[in-house]
């Protein structure tokens, strides 16, 4: 049976890493900026998977990452795109420099992948778009102004991917999380209690459900969880 390939941009740990080890049923390419010899390896699984160390702010590097890609396993069916950087503080607080990051990241980046993969899409009749996104994509908070706005200019990203390449079998989603029972989140708020927050399973679970509908069935995004 061909397998069909997932990119998985932001794999190195995480929510990437977690999808990565569970999309058994897809061949993988994950890629982030820890992959090495030395690092810790979260992506275990089963299947055919290579590594990639990519800087998603590195136009170079995304296109690396595509080419290898296809290079090795001759298509793309499904690019999941997870990189983000959470920088918080008011607006009159705001610190551009942080600011150019979260667009170079989760704006820049994400849509340099989509261009690269869309027209190996094209080629193949269809394939899926799929952004890991905030709930604050759609309802901003104070101090995450420029937080949200990334969010939310990324989630534009997905619905112009559907109103330029649905007609081409392109599909796309936006799931947008609440915050995320992770390492990284229990480092941020120490006193989390599991229970009232979204775990890893819940993602991929969405995910699953995005991949088995029809490629008729347009779903620009997906709220999973509460607010951030």
Do not use: W
């Not at 390419?29 to 820890?34: K, V, W």
């Not at 299947?47 to 793309?76: A, P, S």
């Amino acid at each position: 049976m061909n397998k069909k390939v997932a990119l998985i941009v932001g794999a190195t740990r995480g929510i990437g890493a977690y999808i990565a080890n569970g999309l058994n049923e897809f061949n993988i390419s994950a890629c982030g900026r820890s992959f090495n010899k030395n690092s810790q390896k979260e992506v275990k699984r089963f299947g055919d998977l290579i590594e990639i160390n990519c800087d998603v702010k590195d136009t170079d590097d995304v296109q690396h990452t595509v080419q290898r890609t296809i290079d090795h396993f001759g298509k793309i069916d499904l690019l999941i795109y997870n990189s983000g950087v959470m920088e918080f503080d008011c607006i009159s607080n705001t610190d551009m420099s942080s600011l150019d990051t979260m667009y170079s990241v989760m704006v820049k980046g994400y849509l340099e992948f989509v261009k690269s993969v869309i027209p190996i899409m094209i080629k193949q009749n269809g394939g899926h778009i799929i952004n890991i996104s905030s709930t604050r994509a759609i309802s901003p908070a104070p101090g995450k102004a420029g937080y949200s706005a990334m969010k939310r200019a990324a989630m534009s990203i997905t619905e112009s991917i559907i109103a330029e390449h649905s007609k081409d079998g392109i599909v796309a989603t936006s799931i947008n999380c609440g915050l995320v029972y992770t390492e990284s989140s229990k480092r941020m708020i120490p006193e989390l209690q599991h229970k009232k927050y979204i775990t890893e399973d819940d993602i991929l679970k969405t995910i699953r459900y995005v991949l088995s509908l029809s490629k008729y069935a347009t779903t620009p995004s997906i709220r999973v969880g509460g607010m951030v």
